[in-house]
């Protein structure tokens, strides 16, 4: 049986990947990087951690999206800038010991480590729609518009930094739908290819 | 923990997903219909094996494809009939009892089937080209070259017939590359989910 030590997990906004990270790291008594990394890429860009934590999911868009990459006449952007120390940051965590990687194109970034098991979760709609509103609460946009919003510039970072279709199964070693599934089975499925 | 009742396996052509429905059917104590499934539809649609077994792999793709939707100004096409007693064959297998069903789109047929495990098993083309020239032997097109126009038949009849995207992980229940997990493991992960 072949086995992994760097888990890394993609996920749809409100899938529930982040939990399924959290979880599977508690059981295998390794560390999770999400916030942390956040905070380890704040301190190594001198970026706010507000900041780091919004380029990801702020990527722009349709016209906007030109304006993004075409910037880069004059140069690297501050999101180049971040993305180069993203890189330096998850190479290292991965380097130290076994852990869980959260978001972040970890999957991309390790796509050469071998013992890397590169997973994606991903949900219905419906089933978002109500993890969202039960887990960050109501706001002005309904739950779908923003998981659409948040799908959209997640799929254009991607797309931008990596070359990577978002969603192809291809992508990743496995792909898990964690409403059908639920995510104690999620968890179980990734224990036991770790 | 919820569990299924039947699994569906899609897969590309040389990634051994054919060999781990096997398996896995072994292992539950359950029927695996693949040939048998050809058999099946076959003896209800009246048309040879080798015709049945044709068609999925050998939809036009190209400017053959617009000729075979066009086609169907003039009614529906033998492929439609032969659709029609496939998805019959299928959910009366379903019906019938826990089995594992390999190919045929039944993933897409059986969708409203709650509790049917669908699962996509992908490998990389190298080792897809090393697998197929070890079980079928040489052809006179290079193993890439048939692993390509394979590909993209599988996708265009899926295409049509489901309105689907080939090779994207939210079609699917679970989605598993079997180079780099090994079929064993395949195995063993669909085990722990029915």
């Known amino acids: 049986m072949k086995k992994h030590?760097?888990?890394t997990i993609s996920r749809?906004?409100?899938?529930?990947g982040r939990t399924i990270g959290k979880k599977l790291a508690e059981e295998l008594k390794i560390p999770c990087y999400d916030s942390e990394l956040i905070h380890?890429?704040?301190r190594q860009s001198g970026f706010a951690e507000a900041y780091v934590q919004r380029v990801e999911e702020s990527s722009p868009t349709g016209w906007a999206a030109s304006l993004f990459s075409s910037n880069r006449a004059f140069g690297p952007t501050n999101e180049d800038y971040l993305w180069e120390i993203q890189r330096k940051v998850i190479l290292e965590l991965a380097e130290k010991g076994p852990c869980v990687i959260?978001?972040?194109?970890a999957d991309y970034i390790l796509r050469h480590t071998a013992d890397c098991l590169t997973a994606f979760i991903h949900a219905s709609m419906e089933y978002r729609a109500?993890?969202?509103v039960e887990v960050c609460g109501e706001r002005e946009q309904t739950p779908e518009e923003r998981?659409?919003?948040k799908d959209k510039r997640r799929a254009a970072?991607?797309?931008f930094y990596t070359d990577m279709k978002w969603g192809y199964a291809k992508n990743y070693r496995i792909s898990l739908d964690s409403r059908a599934l639920g995510i104690a089975?999620?968890?179980a499925v990734l224990k036991i290819l770790y």
Chains 1, 2 share one sequence.
């Not at 749809?12 to 529930?16: H, I, L, Q």
């Not at 959260?102 to 194109?105: D, W």
């Open 12 to 16: 749809e906004f409100g899938s529930g």
């Open 40 to 42: 380890e890429i704040a």
């Open 185 to 187: 089975q999620c968890v």
């Open 102 to 105: 959260v978001g972040r194109c």
């Open 5 to 7: 030590r760097i888990v």
């Open 147 to 149: 998981i659409r919003e």
């Open 157 to 159: 970072f991607h797309r």
């Open 130 to 132: 109500k993890r969202i």
